[in-house]
């Protein structure tokens, strides 16, 4: 499944829309990387990576922004020396969409390709 999600393409959400309900946002979470967390709300999914220096971090950074322009969803990251924290929420519907997941799904697979 994650594979999947990892093929979608956004759709653009400028609300209208309900948010994913708690047992959907929990089947398309383990479609993910086991890394990434739901927040308590359940409004927002996050992963922290990790990097031997911040040269790393700045490369992987540019390659989640770019998946965001690309796919026109943005996460809010947190760069640090040897980490980048990735989060997603869906602020028009004030929750999570499918947009949410398929990003998280490519980041997953840029990291896999990164890691290999």
Not at 5 to 22: I, S, T
Not at 63 to 90: D, F, M, Q, R
Request: negative net charge; proline residues 3%; contains cysteine.
């Amino acid at each position: 499944m994650a594979e999947k999600l990892a093929n979608k393409r956004c759709k653009p959400c400028e609300g209208g829309v309900e948010p994913l309900r708690g047992d959907q946002v929990r089947e398309l979470l383990k479609a993910l990387h086991g890394d990434w967390v739901l927040s308590d709300d359940e409004l927002e999914i996050s992963r922290a990576f990790k990097f031997p220096a911040y040269s790393r971090t700045l490369a992987f950074a540019n390659a989640v922004a770019w998946i965001a322009i690309s796919e026109a969803h943005h996460p809010v990251l947190t760069v640090s020396y040897g980490s980048c924290a990735v989060s997603y929420t869906t602020h028009a519907i004030n929750g999570l969409s499918d947009n949410d997941f398929i990003c998280a799904a490519k980041i997953d697979r840029l990291w896999d390709d990164s890691a290999g």
